[in-house]
């Protein structure tokens, strides 16, 4: 959408074309695209790597999202849980609160609800080992003694 990091390209495995409605919680691994409605929560299968979840700008889900990857231009009323990365179109309408870890928005988008910025925790684990490396510090022995 607008940096050099974009959305995972994932096959979309599913789509719920417009007109659809669906009841119930969702469960998914690979792409899932989403034209029609979805009452109930969506998730991806055991936080799967690389599955991402588009909601067109028809696409209609009332309940939780918790998935890696997402890309928002529909309408969603409840809370946003994005593991790795949120992409909000210039239609996306969030009711709800927003976890994110990198985030990309849209002139035009709307988030009514709170914003946290939650970094991942595998990739702060990474960082954490690389900033020890870059961090250690050895004194000569003329320093300590003047210490």
């Given at each position: 959408m607008f940096g050099n990091k974009k959305i995972k390209s994932s096959k979309i495995d599913t789509l719920v074309g417009q007109g659809v409605?669906?009841?119930?919680?969702?469960?998914?691994?690979g792409g899932l695209h989403l034209d029609g409605t979805?009452?109930?929560?969506?998730?991806?299968?055991?936080?799967?790597?690389?599955?991402?979840?588009v909601i067109s700008d028809r696409g209609r889900i009332e309940g939780d999202v918790h998935v890696a990857y997402a890309v928002i231009n529909g309408e969603v009323s409840g809370n946003v849980y994005a593991s790795?990365?949120?992409?909000?179109?210039?239609?996306?309408?969030?009711?709800?609160?927003?976890?994110?870890?990198l985030l990309e928005m849209a002139s035009g988008a709307e988030i009514n609800g709170?914003?946290?910025?939650n970094v991942n925790e595998k990739k702060?684990?990474?960082h954490q080992k690389e900033e020890k490396h870059h961090n250690v510090h050895h004194l000569d022995e003329t320093a300590a003694a003047q210490g």
């Open positions: 409605a669906i009841t119930g919680d969702v469960n998914f691994q979805i009452t109930g929560n969506v998730t991806t299968a055991d936080d799967a790597e690389g599955s991402v979840l790795e990365k949120l992409e909000l179109s210039s239609k996306a309408r969030i009711s709800g609160n927003v976890e994110y870890n709170k914003m946290l910025h702060l684990l990474e």
